[in-house]
């Protein structure tokens, strides 16, 4: 212990020892199943079996939120809430407390856009059964008078949640993955590593730099051809998240109904294939890349806009099919027409 703090000491002082002290960073990756999407993660360190460590923390902490927060398994906490809060308030712990409480926030500033109630109209429209038959406006309107954020009654002193109408459903695949990757990150600083990428699934938080002090960069995916990337984008300490009607959706007669549902009305999104938003955290710009994509290119634009610190991308499909960019004023898409022309995608227009 005495060696190793003497070495410490001695490689502060001499600045060209630190060299041949340490070794140089690297970059150390893994990939893991999780959430629904293959979640990657790079760290830069230079220790492999810190690396390593941290790595492995940083998967289980998303796994055990994953574990809690499920709408999926009957033995989450969430289910549990789902069960028994329309009978009485319950005492949640602090992290479904904080995703839940933040969601509310999302659902003011997105006017009922993202709305983490949806659950009764998640369960009716057909997104994971075989059989694809759309639901009756009668049963819209059924699941829609259990549906409403206002109905959450939250209680900071017992950490509580209760459902002020009964059969209400808290569905949080709108945001529980980008909450997710925020503590993946509070573990991986917790554990002393100093820049990192985490990416689930394209919902990406970046910190620090690569080893050669250069940003992370990060392929933006056309919505309307997985193999195509629209551009690259550099990225340090921030959050990028798109939702987008192409991941999981399905079709009838031609038509493409994404998961998203508008609260408001009980039917699916409509009016936007893709929404990335950057913002400090990845919980609220997951938040509100699904609010954005319920609210449109307008209304969606005028709350980015409204917010400090938060950019986005909203890309529409016209009735030609052709994608319109709506670009953010801070969000900086290293981009013009005539290069997307160049390689072939269709752009219509170009909004700012
Ligand atoms: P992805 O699942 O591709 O990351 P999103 O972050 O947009 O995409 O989340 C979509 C999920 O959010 C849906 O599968 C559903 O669980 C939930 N959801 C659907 N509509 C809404 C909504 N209006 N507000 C909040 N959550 C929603
Ligand atoms: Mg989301």
């Given at each position: 212990m005495m060696f190793h703090r003497i070495g410490v000491i001695l490689c502060g002082f001499f600045g060209f020892l630190v060299v041949s002290c340490g070794r140089s960073p690297e970059i150390y990756q893994t990939a893991k199943p999780l959430m629904g999407t293959v979640v990657s993660m790079a760290v830069v360190s230079q220790d492999a079996h810190q690396a390593y460590e941290a790595l492995e923390a940083a998967f289980e902490e998303m796994a055990r939120l994953e574990a809690m927060m499920?709408?999926?398994?009957?033995?989450?906490e969430l289910s549990r809430v789902n069960r028994e809060a329309s009978r009485h308030p319950v005492t949640v712990s602090p992290e479904l407390y904080r995703v839940i409480e933040l969601s509310l926030h999302i659902s003011q500033i997105t006017q009922g856009a993202f709305d983490i109630t949806v659950g009764p109209l998640m369960n009716l429209w057909?997104?994971?059964?075989n059989e694809k038959k759309l639901p009756s406006s009668q049963a819209i309107q059924e699941a829609l008078s259990r549906v409403g954020y206002h109905h959450v009654v939250l209680s900071s002193k017992d950490r509580s949640v209760f459902f002020s109408v009964p059969g209400m459903v808290l569905d949080l695949g709108g945001i529980a993955k980008g909450f997710a990757i925020d503590q993946a990150v509070n573990v991986l600083k917790g554990r002393g590593i100093a820049a990192a990428l985490v990416n689930a699934g394209g919902d990406i938080l970046a910190y620090g730099t690569k080893p050669d002090g250069q940003p992370w960069r990060v392929g933006l995916q056309h919505p309307r051809n997985?193999?195509?990337?629209?551009t690259v984008l550099t990225m340090s300490d921030q959050a990028m998240v798109t939702s987008g009607d192409y991941e999981r959706y399905f079709l009838v007669d031609g038509k493409r109904y994404s998961h998203i549902v508008d609260p408001r009305s009980g039917f699916t999104a409509r009016a936007t294939a893709s929404v990335t938003v950057m913002a400090d955290s990845a919980a609220f710009a997951d938040g509100l890349a699904t609010g954005i994509l319920v609210l449109g290119p307008e209304d969606g634009m005028a709350v980015v806009e409204s917010l400090p610190g938060v950019h986005a991308l909203i890309m529409t499909e016209g009735s030609d099919k052709a994608l319109v960019l709506h670009v953010s004023?801070?969000?900086?898409?290293?981009?013009?027409e005539a290069s997307l022309a160049v390689r072939g995608v269709q752009i219509k227009a170009w909004k700012r």
């Open positions: 499920s709408v999926f398994r009957e033995d989450s057909p997104f994971d059964k997985s193999q195509d990337l629209l004023e801070g969000f900086s898409l290293p981009l013009d």
